[in-house]
């Protein structure tokens, strides 16, 4: 048993991460955080506390939870996580992939956005000097 110093309540939890109890549940059903249960109180640990912080960083370069989900579970292979980073930097460099092109085509679409509003402008001037002229 974890000394209970190491402990935090799921109040902490949400207080410390900025996460909902609800999120912690989810996780937990997922089995991706495995908390101590006394009755209906949850426990975690530090290990749970470090498994937080590598799925929400996970979440937000865009990982999906079965992609942490494995990830994490080869913490335990023995291998003093040689597997666990290697798979690790396979997955992270793909996503790094994906981002780079989504950010190219989300400035194409900036600059073309940006040349129509101008087009735009240009043709409510024009219009609206010619408006002027016929006055």
Do not use: H, N
Request: overall charge positive; some cysteine; proline content about 2%.
């Amino acid at each position: 048993m974890p000394d209970t110093d190491d402990l935090m309540t799921i109040r902490a939890m949400c207080d410390d991460y900025d996460v909902t109890p609800r999120t912690l549940r989810f996780y937990e059903a997922k089995e991706l955080l495995f908390p101590i249960r006394e009755g209906q109180k949850r426990l975690f640990t530090r290990r749970d506390r470090a498994r937080l912080k590598l799925i929400l960083r996970g979440k937000r370069f865009g990982f999906s939870l079965e992609e942490i989900r494995q990830l994490l579970d080869l913490y335990d292979m023995g291998d003093q996580q040689q597997t666990q980073l290697a798979r690790t930097y396979g997955v992270a460099k793909d996503r790094l992939r994906m981002m780079e092109a989504q950010r190219a085509e989300l400035d194409t679409a900036i600059t073309e956005l940006k040349e129509q509003m101008d087009w735009v402008a240009r043709m409510i001037g024009s219009m609206k000097g010619a408006a002027k002229a016929a006055e």
